[in-house]
T-cell receptor, first 114, second 112 residues
Framework: NAGVTQTPKFRVLKTGQSMTLLCAQD?????MYWYRQDPGMGLRLIHY???????AKGEVPDGYNVSRLKKQNFLLGLESAAPSQTSVYFC?????????????FGPGTRLLVL | AQSVTQPDIHITVSEGASLELRCNYS??????LFWYVQSPGQGLQLLLK??????LVQGIKGFEAEFKRSQSSFNLRKPSVHWSDAAEYFC??????????FGAGTRLFVKA
């Protein structure tokens, strides 16, 4: 049982390049989330999904797209990276309840955009 | 608007000393409340959570937190800190939908 895994762990991009971050969970969770973590700002929700084939915008969705083609995977895409997207990205998943349920986090992806 | 405030950006305590990390929230109803811990280079791990009932909640690693409705607070405590407790701690509020609001975090340093 690996829990929540994220790929890659670290990436350097040039401005304008694109990339996809992969999140996978093996706990059969319905809900999945993408956050970004910046110093002094805690975690901010980018996008989330309440089930296979469904996604929704969070607090800071601009510049990102997501897809949930399979229940266990949640992909975060950056179409044209900008320096403001330099951050640590965390994926999380939870059971199909309200936000009263625990979220399980992956180890994070550090992204540097030059 | 809902919000979570952790007033202390960082705290330093001596090993063996007691610890209290502060958390205040703004929410119209009784929220779901969480404390998560993040060790360097790791993701967040749940320490404890409060939904209802007893306002003193016990968590893992010897931590506890007390919900005080009148003060809109959910402070985290530990009677005796160990060097391995050095980490960043996040208070969070679940608002009943799909959204959890996280505080900015408090980084704990432990002196030998």
């Amino acid at each position: 049982n690996a829990g929540v895994t994220q790929t890659p762990k670290f990436r350097v991009l040039k401005t304008g390049q694109s990339m996809t971050l992969l999140c996978a969970q093996d706990m059969n969770h319905e809900y999945m989330y993408w956050y970004r973590q910046d110093p002094g700002m805690g975690l901010r929700l980018i996008h989330y999904s309440v089930g296979e084939g469904t996604t929704a915008k969070g607090e800071v969705p601009d510049g990102y797209n997501v897809s949930r083609l399979k229940k266990q995977n949640f992909l975060l895409g950056l179409e044209s990276a900008a320096p403001s997207q330099t951050s640590v990205y965390f994926c999380a998943s939870s059971y199909p309840r309200t936000s009263g349920e625990t979220q399980y986090f992956g180890p994070g992806t550090r992204l540097l955009v030059l | 608007a809902q919000s979570v405030t952790q007033p202390d950006i960082h705290i330093t305590v001596s090993e063996g000393a007691s610890l209290e990390l502060r958390c205040n929230y703004s929410y119209g109803a009784t929220p779901y409340l969480f404390w998560y811990v993040q060790s360097p280079g790791q993701g967040l791990q749940l320490l404890l959570k409060y939904f209802s009932g007893d306002t003193l909640v016990q968590g893992i690693k010897g931590f506890e937190a007390e919900f005080k409705r009148s003060q809109s607070s959910f402070n985290l405590r530990k009677p005796s800190v160990h060097w391995s407790d050095a980490a960043e701690y996040f208070c969070a509020v679940g608002t009943g939908g799909f959204k959890t609001i996280f505080g900015a975090g408090t980084r704990l340093f432990v002196k030998a």
